[in-house]
């Protein structure tokens, strides 16, 4: 498998701008996972999805954050708004079923001016 | 109290040493329990589960203890590449919703 892909790698923007990020997981996997990393700090979870639906949001997902999962395949993490509060990793994950394996993406890096 | 903790060290070791890291987790109704490895700047990949007989993976050891809440994992004859953050992850699993609880991570240096 060619594993699960982040796009972008880093984005750098200003407080108060809308961003989006990527995730394509890998192809067989049909759940999908964000989470959100700080420096010193383990993976926190933020969302996940099986197939097109997304069963779970944590609180840490404020109104300013939404994710989709359209087809079920690739999905999009938008933060409207952007505060310095959001600089993070942001991470994707994806499995097959409850107990496989969950992979991990290289993540986006967000830094918020 | 955090859902899971564990010493953020650094834990700095010569080569060849035998390190033990523990992670602690407050839910008793947790249902799973791995090791993420994380190198600096790079994603979390997974190193092992933890089974509740124990279970060793060459030179890694990871053992659960359910009575005391705890597992560990153990390095004997450690190397360079060894230096990494370890994530102690906590499968919370209320309905069948699978949510990985992560540890902040144990810094582990192995020094030449």
């Known amino acids: 498998d060619t594993g699960v892909s982040q796009d972008p790698r880093h984005k750098i923007t200003k407080r108060g701008q809308n961003v989006t990020f990527r995730c394509d997981p890998i192809s067989e996997h049909n759940r999908l996972y964000w989470y959100r990393q700080t420096l010193g700090q383990g993976p926190e979870f933020l969302t996940y999805?099986?197939?097109?639906?997304?069963?779970?949001k944590s609180r840490l997902l404020s109104d300013r954050f939404s994710a989709e999962r359209p087809k079920g395949s690739f999905s999009t993490l938008e933060i409207q708004r952007t505060e310095q509060g959001d600089s993070a990793m942001y991470l994707c994950?994806?499995?097959?079923?409850?107990?496989?394996?969950?992979?991990f993406g290289p993540g986006t890096r967000l830094t918020v001016l | 109290r955090k859902e899971v903790e564990q010493d953020p060290g650094p834990f700095n070791v010569p080569e060849g040493a035998t390190v033990a890291f523990n992670c602690t987790y407050s839910?008793?109704?947790?249902?799973?329990f791995f090791w993420y490895r994380q190198d600096c700047r790079k994603e979390p990949k997974l190193l092992m589960s933890v089974y509740s007989s124990g279970n060793e993976d060459g030179r890694f050891t990871a053992q659960l203890n359910r009575a005391s809440q705890y597992i560990s994992l153990l390095i004997r004859d450690s190397k360079l590449s060894d230096s990494a953050t370890y994530l102690c992850?906590?499968?919370?699993?209320?309905?069948?919703?699978?949510?990985?609880?992560f540890g902040t991570g144990t810094r582990l240096k192995v020094l030449a």
């Open positions: 992850v906590v499968n919370k699993a209320p309905s069948g919703t699978y949510k990985y609880i």
């Open positions: 839910n008793s109704a947790s249902q799973s």
């Open positions: 994950a994806s499995s097959h079923g409850l107990a496989g394996d969950r992979r």
């Open positions: 999805f099986q197939n097109e639906a997304q069963l779970e």
